[in-house]
């Protein structure tokens, strides 16, 4: 069971690349972004190891269930909605971003609302499922692409055009820098994946142990070095200021001269079609169950076979949001918002960190305001 | 139900046809194969492009390949691809061109900056896209139709490389690898020169430019020893003169390294590996002296490699990328670069090669 929680931090991890995070650190390369690598990693890692060491504490609870348990009514249906904005607006970014990045690659002919409706029709399925549902499909889809993602992503290191005095020079230079502020947020996107734990910690078992917790800040240094420095070799210290679509460009800088097509961007593509929609159905179905949560009736279900009528309406006002969003914005707005939200979000997780703690003080302190609910049927949903 | 359930599934697969919305067909697709850019020394309309265009045929046999160049001169390179298209019947496709060519006057008279905005901001045009010189002209290359073309345009793709040919005089530069090299600080483009000699292409000099505008060529033996030293080409030659015929080793690993030593007055050392076996030789000259042979061919390749770097240098050109090297040894540390364009002209260059004879072949 454990290996769900690896997933997310697996995923998230390769992510960044549509989330426009080695668009803001490579935007900032001479400024601070190297030397707020390191503190990334220290925060990534910490945070991680608290969000997982607090839900081991609560086995079966959701956020909102915990809130339920310390807060009064009003205050926990606020913080549910915060997590709802901050969820959902990922899920929207990341599906303009990347009909954006097919309709200039893929399909420059098609309109780009054609791209946004066939992937939020996808995303609108996946996300109304169950949450059990929800994370089957995505271990399928993990385990389908990340080999083959991290096949390129070696390709690309072990590459003879790579570099190295490039990435020497604004290793060498960056790290003298004073840390910005701003690549610090978004670098610290790449460790968290463990904030799906938030809702998915439903589906863990009471006797769950997080192993192998180490793994952590050497997945995402990783996934950070090598989406960072990547480009750089591939395109130079000054060239790859230039660059938009910085990793779209960089994969179709390699060949696979004896594969079936020899663009690797084709590929690349295809393999972030999956994990965007991955994305999208992870962060619009927490944002669903998050809000569903504000209601009185509302029971923390993770198998219904028939999924409620109200997930589907739910979803449907987000991809309306994300037509709506498509229609007002374009692609610099995109990159402004996108830098936004990596920004808010690292101090809402911030604070999340803070409220988990205090949680646990008070649950150690037996300040509950309501017993533990016992746990929801987890028979797979087959029974009446 | 059945019929909510038919419905739902309808408009699902209905989802799946609006992908053929707006594509044009492969049959009303001209495939681009070659493009060239020259300068037409006229103010008014000074760009003149040329692109080669496939015919699509049923079958693929050498000599078989089918094509139809198109020019048109315009003041700009988009324009004149956008003016081109009144000329042809079909959508042009640029996605699998790969071959670009810049003619020699345009990059002595006015640079490559202008056609590689061009071809960096398309969106279908590859990064691994191949970028030469054409001598005389652009015009001439794209319009050379080789008989060994087995479909239109592969000949001069293969000759790139080590996909088809693996040629040590060849120097392959891909669109990104330019474009880098036309912003890099401590780090200038250097492009083949391909010509037409006899129903083939000849690309085996190599020029190098100051960012914008050439400003050296080398002739094809410097070319050979600029691949080994800067690229580490597999499959080159060494060649040291001797009686009664040249000594010649077939290289078939060759490993180069470039490094700064010392502080205050460096010294640009190239360390260069070569392994391979003796090609052509005077008869038992390899068991006489083994390591001595080994030892004569690498100082007559360090020889040749420094007067190379010295000429390199002295044209004000740095393709090896030693600034960038020196940036980097330095953290790129304010007046690092000022320091290094005042160093660059006096450097001295040391070439260490060690060569390693692996056999005589099949005779002594």
């Not at chain 1, 490579?26 to 707020?36: E, L």
């Not at chain 1, 993990?142 to 490039?166: E, M």
Request: hydrophobic fraction near 45%; aromatic fraction near 14%.
């Amino acid at each position: 069971m454990i290996r769900y929680y690896y997933y997310h931090i697996l995923y998230v991890g390769m992510m960044n690349i549509m989330v426009l995070v080695p668009y803001v650190l490579i935007s900032h390369r001479f400024n601070g972004a190297v030397s707020s690598f390191p503190l990334a990693i220290v925060f990534g890692t910490v945070y991680s190891f608290v969000t997982s060491a607090v839900f081991q504490r609560f086995p079966g609870l959701g956020l909102p269930e915990i809130y339920k348990l310390f807060l009064p009514v009003w205050l926990a249906n606020c913080l549910n909605l915060i997590g709802v904005a901050v969820w959902s607006t990922a899920g929207v970014i990341v599906l303009f971003s990347y009909s954006n990045t097919v309709g200039i690659f893929f399909n420059p002919e098609a309109s780009s609302y054609l791209n946004l409706a066939i992937m939020a029709a996808a995303c609108l399925w996946a996300a109304t499922r169950s949450s059990r549902s929800v994370q089957f499909t995505h271990e399928i889809l993990l385990i389908i692409c990340s080999p083959l993602i991290l096949w390129i992503l070696f390709k690309a290191v072990f590459s003879s055009w790579l570099d190295w005095d490039a990435i020497r020079l604004v290793a060498g230079e960056g790290i003298r820098k004073p840390p910005s502020m701003t690549c610090f947020f978004a670098a610290t996107f790449v460790f968290s994946g463990h904030m799906n734990i938030t809702l998915f910690n439903r589906l863990n078992p009471g006797n769950l142990k997080f192993r192998l917790r180490w793994t952590i800040p050497i997945i995402g240094a990783f996934f950070l070095l090598v989406s960072f420095f990547v480009p750089i070799g591939f395109h130079g210290t000054q060239a790859v200021g230039n660059y938009l679509y910085v990793w779209s460009v960089t994969t179709d800088s390699l060949m696979m001269k004896y594969g079936f097509i020899q663009r690797v961007l084709y590929l690349f593509l295809l393999l972030y079609t999956f994990l965007s929609l991955l994305f999208v159905m992870n962060t619009w179905h927490t944002g669903m169950e998050f809000f569903k949560a504000c209601f009185k009736r509302y029971k923390p279900l993770t198998d219904e076979v028939n999924v409620p009528a109200i997930n589907w309406w739910i979803c449907v006002v987000l991809a309306g949001t994300t037509f709506a969003y498509a229609y007002f914005t374009n692609d610099m707005i995109n990159r402004v918002a996108a830098e936004v939200w990596l920004t808010v979000r690292f101090f809402i997780e911030s604070i999340l960190i803070v409220l988990l703690l205090v949680f646990l003080f008070m649950k150690k302190k037996g300040y509950q305001r309501r017993p533990i609910p016992s746990r929801t049927q987890t028979n797979g949903g087959a029974g009446p | 139900m059945i019929g909510k359930r038919l419905l739902s599934v309808v408009s699902c697969l209905a989802l799946l046809v609006l992908g053929g919305c707006q594509l044009k067909d492969i049959d009303k697709r001209y495939f681009v194969v070659s493009a060239g850019f020259d300068y037409s020394n006229n103010t008014a309309k000074p760009y003149r492009v040329t692109l080669r265009l496939a015919l699509p045929s049923s079958k693929v046999e050498e000599g078989g390949a089918m094509s139809v160049v198109q020019t048109v001169d315009a003041p700009s390179i988009a324009e004149a691809v956008r003016h081109l298209k009144a000329t042809v019947d079909k959508e042009l496709e640029f996605g699998h061109c790969r071959e670009f060519i810049l003619g020699r006057e345009l990059v002595e008279k006015d640079g490559i900056d202008t056609s590689m905005q061009w071809l960096t901001r398309r969106r279908d045009i590859q990064s691994v896209s191949n970028i030469m010189i054409g001598e005389p002209d652009a015009l001439s290359v794209v319009s050379l139709k080789p008989k060994s073309e087995r479909y239109p345009g592969n000949s001069l793709f293969l000759s790139f490389g080590n996909e088809g040919t693996e040629s040590a005089h060849t120097v392959t530069t891909y669109l990104f690898d330019l474009y880098r090299r036309l912003y890099e600080t401590g780090l200038d483009p250097v492009l083949p020169v391909a010509g037409v000699f006899q129903d083939a292409y000849k690309i085996d000099r190599a020029a190098m430019l100051n960012k914008n505008k050439a400003k050296l060529y080398l002739d094809p033996e410097e070319t050979l020893i600029f691949n080994m030293t800067s690229f580490g080409v597999n499959n080159t030659i060494l060649v040291m003169p001797d009686k009664p015929i040249n000594v010649v080793l077939a290289a078939t690993n060759t490993k180069a390294k470039i490094d700064l030593k010392g502080g205050k007055d460096p010294v640009a050392v190239v360390q260069v590996k070569i392994e391979g076996f003796l090609e052509q030789s005077p008869p038992f000259l390899l068991e006489q002296d083994w390591g001595g042979l080994e030892r004569k061919m690498g100082e007559h390749f360090s020889e040749q490699a420094e007067r190379l770097l010295y000429k390199i240098r002295d044209a004000g050109v740095d393709p090896y990328g030693f600034g960038l090297h020196y940036l980097a040894d330095h953290h790129n540390a304010k007046g690092s670069w000022e320091k290094w364009n005042r160093l660059y002209p006096q450097i001295r260059f040391e070439v260490r090669t060690s060569v390693s004879i692996q056999g005589s072949g099949l005779i002594r």
